[in-house]
């Protein structure tokens, strides 16, 4: 091919930009407030939507919103609390889109810091980079004025103690194994029941739930998409990844594309679950650019579960050993949250149904995912 000249180059320019990027999403709506997020985001949302409704920008908005998870002890999966990695230390995730400047912001692997979403924040407000890292992504918060904690609860350390002696259990998890998408691996025996007598001052209840978490590492994380009357969006994803996991590894939440996008002449889209199967995906970015085709929030999502069955042959046995969630919301207001499953198993053997947490102006509420398969 002929290289072009200046004049050739100039013209090229100006004509892609004046070309839009590809067909508008079929909304039909006018935008109005809507703010949705991951189950655990009933407080979120209600936060964001009161920032909305006064005025302030939607990235604020989400971000005070799963302040409140990060911040919240309770939460195992998120921030201040959640179940820290192989040896004992909390790293979490985040990220940030910014609808009206088109920006982004992620922080992985950090250690130290409870709200990981204002670091991304400061990533895309204050520097020239989008993603900082480990030490570098500590030491810039600390620069920035945020004080270096220890993010381990009594709790979590000992959920943390218990998933080590666990590893003795041919069922229990390990990461230095061949993993998940590995070809199937032989069924392992009945874990144990009794740690009591090794933890004597533990609670039998905390005890029983450490030995949960230590066979089931958890998968958590809050996602939350803001949308204002004046078709503005904003998101945000943050996570303390997934339990027990090795020191670095970094799901999903902070990669832009994957645990988070944004484009608010679309929509946007996040995700909560087992990050390694978004990431082979690149399941929020996958689903703007369905919608932009002019697919659903709801059809969006589902192509996008099939995808990560399909990864997997529609392998069934393999496909129960994790659960993901999608959360779509366009921008005319259209929103819908997609699950894997239909359902998760709690420690007590029941199943809960997979939901998601809405908030159009009232009160927060919870509604069902649609599910790619049911859980007997
Ligand atoms: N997606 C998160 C990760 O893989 C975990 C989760 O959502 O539970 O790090």
Not at 110 to 138: C, F
Not at 243 to 255: E, L, N, T
């Amino acid at each position: 091919m002929m290289p072009l000249n200046r004049r050739q180059l100039l013209a090229g320019t100006a004509m892609a930009a004046a070309t839009p990027l590809a067909s508008p999403a079929q909304s039909t709506g006018a935008p109005k407030n809507i703010i949705i997020a991951s189950a655990n985001g009933l407080e979120c949302c209600a936060k964001a939507m009161q920032m909305v409704k006064a005025g302030r920008d939607t990235l604020d908005a989400v971000v005070a919103g799963v302040n409140i998870v990060e911040l919240d002890p309770k939460d195992n999966s998120v921030g201040y609390g959640g179940l820290p990695n192989e040896e004992g230390v909390v790293e979490l995730d985040a990220s940030v889109m910014h609808g009206p400047t088109r920006r982004a912001g992620s922080v992985a692997a950090i250690r130290g810091i409870k709200t990981p979403s204002n670091i991304a924040k400061l990533v895309m407000e204050q520097t020239d980079h989008v993603m900082l890292v480990g030490e570098g992504a500590t030491r810039f918060a600390k620069a920035m004025g945020y004080k270096e904690e220890d993010l381990l609860t009594e709790e979590s350390r000992l959920a943390w103690l218990v998933w080590k002696r666990m590893l003795k259990n041919p069922s229990g998890h390990s990461n230095w194994s061949d993993g998940l998408d590995a070809p199937p691996a032989k069924p392992g025996a009945k874990p144990s029941a009794a740690l009591q007598r090794l933890f004597p001052n533990a609670s039998a209840d905390t005890l029983a739930w450490a030995e949960w978490m230590a066979l089931h590492p958890t998968t958590g994380t809050i996602n939350c998409l803001a949308l204002n009357s004046k078709g503005e969006m904003s998101g945000c994803t943050t996570t303390s990844g997934l339990a027990w996991k090795i020191p670095g590894r970094v799901g999903d939440s902070p990669v832009i594309g994957a645990g988070l996008y944004v484009d608010q002449e679309v929509g946007g889209a996040g995700s909560t679950g087992r990050g390694e199967e978004n990431i082979r995906v690149a399941g929020a970015h996958s689903i703007v650019e369905l919608m932009r085709a002019g697919r659903s929030p709801q059809e969006a999502v589902m192509e996008v579960m099939k995808r990560i069955a399909r990864n997997y042959d529609n392998d069934l046995a393999r496909l129960a050993k994790f659960d993901i969630n999608f959360y779509a919301l366009r921008k005319d207001g259209v929103f819908a949250g997609g699950s894997l499953w239909s359902g998760t198993q709690r420690r007590d053997g029941s199943f809960t149904s997979q939901q998601f947490a809405v908030n159009d102006g009232g009160a927060s509420r919870l509604e069902n995912c649609v599910h790619l398969y049911e859980r007997k």
